[in-house]
């Protein structure tokens, strides 16, 4: 049974950090694709950033968020640097073997239950 535990979510003010951590049991880590999303109330499940095959971002944080990996903890991070109100959001932690089609919620096969973050101006 695939398990992801988020951690590492808060309260923050515009221009703080966060990191986030996400740890996985279950599945075979170091070759599988992890990904975080978000989504803010009243919207869609955004994509956040991947890595996997290859490592992508999102626009909008690009250059703010970092995501990596240590396949021995079989944790993901999302390390977020200079927050902002509109990144406000309950951000997920996502798996998958895939390898295409990983830029889009529906890739994903597992999911977990999602920390807050919330960046107050």
């Known amino acids: 049974q695939v398990r992801l535990v988020e951690s590492g979510g808060g309260l923050v003010q515009t221009g703080d950090s966060l990191r986030l951590s996400c740890a996985a049991s279950?599945?075979?880590?170091?070759?599988?694709?992890m990904a975080w999303f978000r989504q803010a109330p009243g919207k869609e499940r955004e994509f956040v950033a991947t890595?996997?095959?290859?490592?992508s971002y999102a626009d909008s944080v690009k250059g703010r968020f970092t995501i990596s990996r240590d396949n021995a903890k079989t944790t993901v991070y999302l390390q977020m640097l200079s927050l902002r109100p509109e990144d406000t959001a309950v951000y997920y932690c996502?798996?998958?073997?895939?390898?295409?089609?990983?830029?889009?919620?529906?890739?994903?096969?597992?999911w977990g239950q999602g920390t807050q973050v919330t960046v107050s101006s």
């Open positions: 279950g599945l075979t880590f170091s070759i599988s694709t």
């Open positions: 890595s996997g095959g290859i490592t």
């Open positions: 996502a798996a998958t073997r895939r390898r295409f089609g990983i830029l889009q919620a529906p890739g994903y096969d597992y």
